[in-house]
């Protein structure tokens, strides 16, 4: 049996939750905790590992490329349990990316898509705030460690604690990075949609989040390097906007670093917005129409058959 559980605020004055602003507190909620575990996972790898003498030396990151697995598993977790807090209200979009591409082709309501987004980088500043409350003394001690160009004392790496920026290879392009974020992205919500999708193989049993976060693991993996693997302009926004307000300076706004990278900022915005439905209208286009009309069909071919089974066949 259930057990009820009362409300913390008085009925007569939830009653103006049980709508959009209701959808939009479960978003703030749901990203905040994407970013408190994600920049979180980030953290521990980059300042507290190190500077709790548990790496080779209070500055060393990675020792092996194995250990970015670590803050790919470590997205996953965050997407998942965002995705769990929020879900049942809201949706759990808890990404502007996802927001819009569901406006395009899954019928969300456009007025809906502004305060959703800002609710969305509200929690992830906010999460934000937290992460740098709680590793403050660990990212001061490496910023301190750390020799090397610095931006009003702070590193490179610990702003990607926060916020991406592209790797070097690029050489301060904008379509490397553009691209990249186009095409995880597009991945992203080809795959989320695919997972809620209950005419196809949708996963059951309120397992959908959990397959979410092995998507972001996937994407972390196969395309993370290239830029951070943002796929989510609140996630990058938010932070940015932190980092920004707590001294890193140019590093945040507009994004550059001197013979590396210059005015990032905006491309982990359009990138992912533009990926989205790029991913939406890829799956509808190749798998979704199809489904669509299967189901108008008196009888359903078994899949991978172009035809009915027949009784000759069996």
Request: charged share 10%; hydrophobic share 50%; glycine share 12%.
């Amino acid at each position: 049996m259930a057990v009820e559980i009362p409300p913390l605020i008085k009925p007569s004055h939830l009653r103006r939750r049980g709508g959009l602003l209701g959808e939009c507190l479960a978003e703030f909620i749901g990203t905040f905790v994407l970013i408190a575990f994600g920049c979180g996972v980030v953290a521990m790898a980059v300042a507290a590992l190190p500077g709790s003498g548990r790496a080779a030396t209070p500055t060393t990151i990675f020792l092996a490329a194995g250990d970015w697995l670590l803050i790919a598993w470590g997205w996953a977790f965050a997407v998942m349990f965002g995705v769990y807090v929020a879900g049942g209200v809201s949706g759990a979009h808890i990404n502007p990316a996802v927001t819009l591409a569901f406006a395009v082709r899954r019928g969300f309501s456009w007025a809906k898509v502004v305060p959703y987004i800002i609710s969305q980088v509200a929690g992830a500043f906010v999460g934000a705030a937290l992460v740098y409350a709680v590793y403050h003394d660990a990212i001061s001690a490496f910023d301190g460690a750390t020799r090397g160009p610095k931006t009003n004392g702070h590193t490179l790496a610990t702003f990607s604690i926060f916020a991406t920026f592209p790797a070097p290879y690029f050489h301060g392009g904008i379509w490397g990075p553009l691209v990249d974020q186009i095409v995880g992205t597009a991945f992203l919500v080809m795959l989320i949609v695919a997972v809620i999708d209950l005419r196809n193989t949708a996963v059951k049993a309120n397992l959908g989040p959990v397959v979410i976060g092995f998507v972001v693991a996937a994407i972390g993996m196969s395309f993370g390097a290239n830029a951070g693997y943002a796929i989510n302009p609140a996630r990058d926004f938010g932070p940015r906007l932190f980092t920004w307000a707590e001294g890193w300076n140019s590093l945040a706004f507009p994004g550059s670093l001197a013979g590396s990278f210059s005015a990032y900022w905006w491309i982990p915005i359009v990138g992912p917005l533009i990926g989205g439905v790029v991913g939406v209208l890829a799956y509808d286009l190749f798998i979704g129409d199809v489904l669509h009309e299967r189901g108008q069909l008196a009888e359903l071919p078994e899949p991978g058959r172009t035809r009915p089974t027949t009784s000759d066949e069996e």
